[in-house]
């Protein structure tokens, strides 16, 4: 059992880097965590991200006058993929693998190519601005007739990444 104290405007954050198989998919994490002595403003919260293919990093935040504590244990679930879709359209499991705000890594263009199956179709493409340019691809879902869509940014000629990574 782990207590945390933050004094009046103080913000702390403990992190647990946990290794994952590159493959998983739609990591979630759940912390047991009590507030002993919370203040009007205090609050805490649980995130989850995903700095590299075989890490997940859950963070638990304080701020604000309070005293917590953490049971110990961290939850953390995710799926692996047992079989490869090959179609040329974006599945959920796809997207989770790319999109950060679902558990995704990111990626340059070809590695997100790579898992979408596709290329998707390019909508939007900058200028040059002093060596930066980006560009918008679509990607058809599967089961849908909806898009999802991804920002590559390029500096000085170099790789196309995506928005995020």
């Known amino acids: 059992m782990t207590t945390v104290r933050c004094g009046r405007e103080q913000y702390s954050t403990l992190e647990?880097?946990?290794?994952?198989?590159?493959?998983?998919?739609?990591?979630?994490?759940?912390?047991?965590?009590?507030?002993?002595?919370?203040?009007?403003?205090?609050?805490h919260e649980v995130l989850l991200y995903r700095p590299?293919?075989?890490?997940?990093?859950?963070?638990?935040?304080?701020?604000?006058?309070?005293?917590w504590?953490?049971?110990?244990?961290?939850?953390?679930s995710y799926d692996v993929p047992t079989t490869k879709d090959s179609r040329p359209c974006v599945t959920d499991g796809e997207w989770a693998r790319v999109s950060v705000f679902d558990g995704g890594t990111g990626g340059n263009l070809q590695q997100v190519n790579d898992i979408f199956d596709t290329e998707g179709e390019q909508t939007v493409l900058s200028k040059d601005y002093d060596g930066f340019r980006f560009q918008v691809r679509s990607y058809k879902r599967c089961d849908s007739s909806r898009v999802r869509k991804v920002t590559f940014h390029q500096f000085n000629r170099g790789a196309w990444f995506s928005y995020w990574g």
């Open 69 to 76: 504590t953490i049971a110990g244990t961290i939850d953390l």
């Open 16 to 43: 647990y880097e946990i290794p994952v198989p590159a493959r998983s998919i739609n990591p979630a994490a759940s912390v047991a965590v009590e507030a002993l002595d919370e203040g009007n403003s205090a609050q």
């Open 52 to 67: 590299k293919a075989n890490r997940v990093v859950v963070a638990i935040s304080f701020a604000g006058r309070g005293r």
